[in-house]
């Protein structure tokens, strides 16, 4: 998704479609903050679907 960012696309996040790795505690929580800041768009899939 960042990848996708930094290249211009629109990106969406689908939140309860997607897991973390965790190598660290709070590793889930620090993604989704830099990808929302960076301007991804966090949904749940009920919104999409």
């Known amino acids: 998704a960042?990848?996708?960012l930094e290249?211009?696309?629109d990106v969406m996040v689908i939140?309860?479609?997607c897991r973390?790795?965790?190598l660290k505690p709070?590793?889930?929580k620090g993604a989704v903050e830099?990808?929302?800041k960076?301007?991804?768009k966090i949904?749940?899939?009920k919104e999409v679907l």
């Open 2 to 4: 960042l990848d996708a």
């Open 7 to 9: 290249l211009g696309y």
């Open 15 to 17: 939140r309860d479609a």
């Open 20 to 22: 973390a790795i965790n």
């Open 26 to 28: 709070d590793d889930e």
């Open 34 to 36: 830099e990808m929302e």
């Open 38 to 40: 960076k301007g991804a």
């Open 43 to 45: 949904v749940l899939a």
